[in-house]
């Protein structure tokens, strides 16, 4: 089991960025592909985005692609989600999640070790 810890939430403008990250302990984080979800009232838990253990490769959805970049530091044991172009629809609690394996996953349930998530919020 991974322990993760989310970091980096706030309240920003529409148009603005901000950067998120993951810290992980108890477990080595290459070991792990790893996710973005988030949340907001009333809706149900959304895949933002995902990476490969050597953050080879990434997925985004939709509703992110070209905005938001997801990285990784190994060495550090931390993921990284970049957030650009905010859009006060982007307003959400973001988690971070861990899947052991090589492939990427976009649904909630394959994903076994989850943070508390960081509230974001963009005014509009």
């Known amino acids: 089991q991974v322990q993760l810890v989310e970091s980096g939430g706030g309240l920003v403008q529409a148009g603005g960025s901000l950067r998120l990250s993951c810290a992980a302990s108890?477990?080595?984080?290459?070991?792990?592909?790893m996710g973005w979800f988030r949340q907001s009232p009333g809706k149900g838990r959304e895949f933002v985005a995902a990476i490969t253990r050597s953050g080879g490769n990434t997925y985004y959805a939709d509703s992110v692609k070209g905005r938001f970049t997801i990285s990784r530091n190994n060495a550090e044991n931390t993921v990284y989600l970049q957030m650009n172009s905010l859009k006060p629809e982007d307003t959400a609690v973001y988690s971070c999640?861990?899947?052991?394996?090589?492939?990427?996953?976009?649904?909630?349930?394959?994903?076994?070790?989850w943070g508390q998530g960081t509230q974001v919020t963009v005014s509009s």
């Open positions: 999640a861990a899947r052991e394996g090589v492939q990427l996953g976009t649904f909630s349930f394959e994903y076994g070790d």
């Open positions: 108890g477990r080595t984080l290459s070991s792990y592909a």
